[in-house]
């Protein structure tokens, strides 16, 4: 099996989007305001990536 640029993008666009639904969601679970804050920084970082991923994909003429 051969994997191509276009595999390896929607892959990681793929794990990008479920890493922003999985912060989001620890989130929830967290009572300490720091530590809270702090997964939610990281959902916005994984949400920021996904973005560029996903617009990349698009731009290539595909769909994430």
Do not use: C, H
């Amino acid at each position: 099996m051969k994997f191509t640029d276009m595999d390896m993008l929607q892959d990681y666009e793929k794990d990008a989007r479920m890493a922003v639904i999985a912060y989001n969601l620890i989130k929830t679970e967290i009572v300490d305001s720091d530590l809270r804050k702090l997964v939610g920084d990281i959902g916005i970082a994984a949400s920021k990536s996904q973005e560029k991923f996903a617009d990349l994909i698009i731009r290539k003429g595909d769909r994430p």
